[in-house]
T-cell receptor
Framework: EAGVAQSPRYKIIEKRQSVAFWCNPI?????LYWYQQILGQGPKLLIQ????????DSQLPKDRFSAERLKGVDSTLKIQPAKLEDSAVYLC??????????????????FGPGTRLTVL | GEDVEQSLFLSVREGDSSVINCTYTDSSSTYLYWYKQEPGAGLQLLTY?????DMKQDQRLTVLLNKKDKHLSLRIADTQTGDSAIYFCAESIIAGNKLTFGGGTRVLVKP
């Protein structure tokens, strides 16, 4: 079974530029998550999708970050304009979880390799 | 509020047991997880435990949960050099909802 795919793996940009990351979840997984992992810290959830609807975006800096999941499969995360403090690894994860209250075990989150962003 | 804390670093000799500790503050945490992250890689789920359990064993891994003290530990038996990585504990209040991670414990296994 193929895992969560992300691209690019690395990106270097200058501050105030724009950048976009792409994620392809595991086939059939209804729920998709984007996390930000700053060096030396644990990942922090930015946004969670259930199919193509947003479940939780409370920690997404909406003045500069946006995300979409068209057709409930692939997702893109965009930063416009980037700031120095956006330098981090952006992790995408997916889980089967077809609906709230689904059977235990369907909520396990599987992570992609991440995109390492450096903002200069 | 949610807060998960871990010690920063653990050094252990190959063949010994490793114990990684984690404390959390949210008493309504329902699911607690241990993830492993190797350099340049994503997070790999090692094991998880539901809050109605005290212990879970899975091959070389043993998870202990003390709900009263809000303390979670991961014991790795017969630690190998391939176990060198950063280990994160995480909590979730509702299955499938966001994970709140600790800052990670870097484990170094010495031959």
């Amino acid at each position: 079974e193929a895992g969560v795919a992300q691209s690019p793996r690395y990106k270097i940009i200058e501050k105030r530029q724009s950048v976009a990351f792409w994620c392809n979840p595991i086939s059939g997984h209804a729920t998709l998550y984007w996390y930000q992992q700053i060096l030396g810290q644990g990942p922090k959830l930015l946004i969670q999708f259930q199919n193509n609807g947003v479940v939780d975006d409370s920690q997404l800096p909406k003045d500069r970050f946006s995300a979409e999941r068209l057709k409930g499969v692939d997702s893109t995360l965009k930063i416009q304009p980037a700031k120095l403090e956006d330098s981090a690894v952006y992790l995408c994860a997916s889980s089967l979880r077809p609906h709230p209250g689904a059977a235990a075990g369907t909520d396990t989150q599987y992570f992609g390799p991440g995109t390492r962003l450096t903002v200069l | 509020g949610e807060d998960v804390e871990q010690s920063l670093f653990l050094s252990v000799r190959e063949g010994d047991s490793s114990v990684i500790n984690c404390t959390y503050t949210d008493s309504s945490s329902t699911y607690l997880y241990w993830y492993k992250q190797e350099p340049g890689a994503g997070l790999q789920l090692l094991t998880y435990i539901f809050s109605n359990m005290d212990m879970k064993q899975d091959q070389r891994l043993t998870v202990l949960l003390n709900k009263k003290d809000k303390h979670l530990s991961l014991r790795i038996a017969d630690t190998q050099t391939g176990d060198s990585a950063i280990y994160f504990c995480a909590e979730s209040i509702i299955a499938g909802n966001k994970l709140t991670f600790g800052g990670g414990t870097r484990v170094l296994v010495k031959p």
